[in-house]
């Protein structure tokens, strides 16, 4: 996931251009082979920062004027619209001015699109191939699919041929699938990318980086590759092969970050625990086998994951998780006091960077000078990005600075955050997750309608998965509140409170609170069965029908969760 900082544009070199983002997306996928109900699952967390409103909503079909165009309002992308757009639902950000961000859904026609995790590339390609500025970027590709395609592989290739006319303006990992393929594709630089079919006998976990591995560009009933994918890696000086043909990671990602390699590392045992991998790899195979069957339950808790029932603790969240309080600085500038509290921070860690949206840019007036102590400098500039490095920490609130100067003092709570511990890794379930979805798609449900989506509005910590079918016709009023700033009547704000309470007391807080939420995503699991069985009854007769009656369901399904959310607020912000 990725979010754009305005005042960075005028620096941005070609190698590093307008999507560089804040990411700790982490990907899954479990083939049919594998699962309890021969299901094909696949998912992906939505990660930046906390306080980032996302909604839910259903896109209906239209008729597009000749020569109508989708815009990027951000990166000035444009796509040719078709003569219609179809049907589908999706999870938006709330700012469209820095990209849409639809990020997930099912159209009409039974495809399926989770878009996207961040993935880096190495220099040396990016010197060849470099991206491209207003070129495809996350913020616009799961429109731009989900609205016109019918299968899979036409999403695929609808992206293939984009990349190959404007070009990409990020690396980008992502999943589209429906009742007959599932493929993962990575987009590798400027305009060179790879896709491949996946198996129904393997399971991954990707995270932040390039994973693919081996593949056979000759192959094209499973394999879609630019033209150029092996020139370019030769021309750069990376290209790895082996038996003939391209190792795909090998020769284009950039050096894979610690936080990527912990979340890799604990997904991968989250769904086999006897799986052979440790986090002192220095190789990260994308497809696993196993003999074990994985569960929908066992793909919630990756999602959830916060290091629990390992020696290591969350590096998020250090104090809070280990029995001390989250720290809540106070700095004196100038004469003002700057006072940022957890939904204002911007963090970013293991090598991540951190950048802040429009309403939480760090603005430093220019008749105010920065100073600095012998050991210490802030640098603060209107066309420079707020960074934040391993165990570092990056707070900022609009039109406030937060300097601290030669003869000035920083004033904090009681208690300090801890250094980084050795045994703090960074999580999958970690702090600035917005939402997390779960494809479901089965072989008997219709071609049209295969599967279901699980979302949890906010982070799964704290917010129960419900099911969404891809035929729904509209969603809860409270999922598309569109306030960026607390708003009672919304899902997304009443999850986020929830989170920002248990990170104060992580140790004591989570375990109740997961009880609680597990209880409420429970009444959903168990009335599922009946209704996907239902559903596949009542739409072989009547389609129309049946699409009103599951959003008749499910919305109500919603608003229970929603009521006993909103019980859980109160009752927490009482105590």
Sequence with gaps: ?????????????????????????????????LTEDGSVIFGRTEDLEQSHN??????????????????????????ELPAQSYKYFAVPDTTPEWGLYYEAGYNEYGVAMDATTTTYTNDEVLAVDPLVENGLSEGIMTTVVLGHVKTAREGVELLASIIDEKGSSEGNGLIIADKNETWYME???????????????????????????????????????????????EEAGTYVEEEGMIRVADSYAAEIDPG??????????????????????TEFPFLHSTDKTITLDQVMSLQRNRLEDTDYIPADNIASATGGQVVKETETTEGEETKATESEEAEATEGEETKATETEETEVEESEETEATETEETEVEESEEAEATEGEEAEATEGEEAETTEGEETETTEKQEPEKPENALYPIGNKNTMEAHIFQIYEDMPEKVPGVMWLAMGSPTVSPYLPYFGNINDTLSAYQVEANEYDPESFYWAVDNLLTIMLEDEENLKPEMREKILAIEKAGKDKYEELRQELITMYAEDPQAAAEWITEQTMQLAQDAFDQIKDLEAEYVEK
């Design 1 to 33: 996931m990725k979010k754009f900082f305005a005042s960075i544009v005028a620096m941005l070199s070609a190698g590093m251009l307008l999507a560089q983002p804040v990411a700790a997306c982490t990907g899954v996928y479990v083939g049919k082979g």
């Design 54 to 79: 996302k909604t839910f909503v259903v896109i209906e079909a239209t008729e597009n004027e000749e020569g109508a165009k989708l815009v990027d309002e951000y990166t000035k992308f444009e796509f």
């Design 187 to 233: 987009i590798l630089s400027g305009h060179q990318y790879a896709a491949m079919k996946l198996p129904d006998d393997m399971f991954a976990v990707f995270p932040n980086s390039f994973f693919l591995e081996t593949i056979d560009v000759n192959d094209t009933e499973n394999v879609i590759a630019s033209a150029d994918l092996i020139n370019i890696a």
């Design 260 to 281: 990527s390699v912990s979340r890799y590392w604990s997904g991968v045992k989250t769904l086999d625990p006897d799986a052979e991998v440790s986090l002192d790899d």
